[in-house]
């Protein structure tokens, strides 16, 4: 994984890559900075009744991606991102093997982070398309 400095890498380290829903979901991210994200995830365990890759599997995908995107940008800052809004609209069905998400921003500002992400099975077709926003907070006093 690349990301943009060893103090992101703890600044991500503290969660944001381990644990929680995208642990148990299977997300690894191959790709991590304030330009672009990448990860993936296997369809096998997030299908809905019908075998087909759960929607909201999906929005996890999208909505972890970019939530890493919106944190190394918040870093420089020192705060923190919160996902405020997404949207997902749904292309096509993923029945086996892992999708892919490339998360890109659209924008980065001192307040709010928007990202674009395409979702695309293992043979480059497109499953789903995603906007996320986040807000840019204050990091907590410990």
Same mark, same amino acid.
């Given at each position: 994984?690349?990301?943009?400095? =060893?103090? &992101?890498?703890?600044?991500?380290? *503290? ?10 979901? /299977? !997300? @690894? ?33 999208? =909505?972890? &991606?970019?939530?890493?995107?919106? *944190? ?10 919160? /996902? !405020? @809004? ?57």
């Amino acid at each position: 994984m690349t990301t943009d400095s =060893e103090a &992101l890498r703890q600044v991500l380290d *503290t969660g944001a890559l381990t644990g929680g829903l995208g642990e148990t979901m /299977g !997300i @690894e991210v191959t790709e991590a900075s304030a330009e672009r994200v990448v990860g993936r995830m296997p369809v096998e365990g997030n299908v809905q009744p019908f075998g087909l890759l759960h929607g909201g599997a999906s929005c996890v995908l999208a =909505e972890s &991606l970019g939530s890493i995107g919106s *944190t190394i940008h918040a870093h420089q800052f020192g705060r923190i991102a919160v /996902g !405020i @809004e997404i949207n997902a609209t749904h292309h096509r069905s993923a029945t086996e093997g892992h999708v892919t998400g490339v998360a890109t921003p659209v924008h980065l500002g001192r307040t709010l982070a928007t990202w674009d992400i395409t979702i695309t099975d293992d043979r480059g077709r497109k499953v789903c398309t995603s906007r996320l926003t986040c807000m840019l907070r204050d990091m907590p006093q410990a």
